[in-house]
């Protein structure tokens, strides 16, 4: 433990000696003062609570108030649209109808160097959907990547003859949840530009994913 | 109120968002278009109209019509199926071919072995 990067005993020679000079004194409070500032300053960005919580789920832009140190940006893409399959009783081929895939969801703002795509989910298949690769996240620190954990996609459905079993696998994919923490007084009046991903559509009449948002947090 | 729009680029749908104002002029909105549209459908702006990219069976698609199609043709290999020598011998054929797509299967819209009619012994 320092203050101002001096050791404890060192100030104590500069400030309480009995044979301290007065350019010492004045260079060990100058130590002191700076220190109690820095404290302050770091309190007040991690004790406050966030000074906004907002979800955005259109898509435009967002200024980041001004004063603002520091934001915490989770972004999800949209939900894949689940799939409908047509059971066929005779010997006739199945029809399937498979969902589209959900709309990523991005945000940037070049000055900050931020870059965020969550991707949306895959469509139903009947079929292994698979998930979408490709999201990112600039700058890479204090960011996460969770394919999956994103909005969730439509429910699919099948119909027709009711003599066979549905395979598995006719839900849209959830979308990926990505998000960023950046600490910094340059944060303050930034401008985010962001587009939400909207959830895929359902094949025929299976269930559509459900749309992408973000969240800021913002001290 | 939100609604959702697909971005046009190069006439290709490459994304789908949501937006509360209409954004600008390379989005089309869904609303205009009750069939949907998904990410890599096609555009057509002079047509205005959207198709999407014929869907390519996998080979996993393929395995399972071929084994659909093995399993409703099962009955003609009984012995009390009373099909025509020349006629079980064209089912005989049919489902060899059948049966060589299921074993291998392979990706792709096949051309698939017309099925034959149905010929009783009288």
């Known amino acids: ?219 | 109120m939100e609604k959702v729009y697909g971005k046009i680029e190069n006439g290709v749908i490459v994304n789908i968002e949501v937006w509360e104002n209409s954004p600008s002029s390379n989005y089309i909105s869904m609303e205009n278009y009750p069939s949907g549209f998904g990410i890599g459908d096609l555009y057509d702006e002079n047509t205005d109209t959207l198709s999407r990219p014929i869907y390519v069976n996998t080979a996993e698609d393929n395995y399972d019509i071929a084994l659909k199609r093995l399993s409703t043709s099962d009955w003609t290999q009984g012995a009390d199926a009373n099909l025509t020598t020349s006629n079980l011998a064209d089912w005989v054929t049919y489902r060899a071919a059948i049966r060589a797509i299921a074993i291998n299967p392979i990706a792709g819209n096949l051309d698939w072995p017309v099925k034959p009619n149905t010929e009783y012994n009288t």
Request: charged residues 10%.
């Open chain 1, 1 to 219: 433990m320092t203050i101002n990067n001096k050791t404890l005993s060192t100030l104590q020679g500069l400030v309480t000696a009995t044979t301290t000079t007065e350019g010492n004194f004045r260079t060990g409070m100058n130590d002191v003062l700076a220190q109690v500032n820095a404290n302050q300053e770091a309190l007040a960005i991690s004790v406050d609570c966030p000074g906004v919580l907002t979800t955005l789920t259109g898509s435009g832009s967002y200024t980041i108030p001004s004063g603002s140190q520091a934001v915490y940006i989770v972004a999800s893409g949209g939900g894949g649209g689940g799939a409908y399959r047509l059971l066929s009783s005779g010997d006739t081929d199945d029809a399937y109808y498979n969902g589209t895939a959900g709309g990523n969801t991005t945000v940037s703002n070049s000055s900050l160097g931020l870059s965020i795509t969550a991707r949306g989910g895959n469509g139903g298949s009947f079929n292994y959907a698979g998930n979408l690769t490709g999201s990112s996240v600039t700058p890479s620190s204090n960011s996460f990547i969770q394919i999956g954990r994103g909005s969730a996609g439509g429910q699919g459905r099948s119909s027709g003859a009711t003599n066979q079993t549905s395979k598995s696998d006719a839900n849209g994919r959830p979308a990926t949840l990505a998000g960023v923490y950046l600490k910094s007084a340059s944060v303050s009046g930034k401008v985010l530009s962001y587009s939400v991903g909207a959830g895929g559509s359902g094949g025929s009449t299976a269930e559509s994913g459900q749309p992408g948002f973000i969240q800021l947090w913002i001290w």
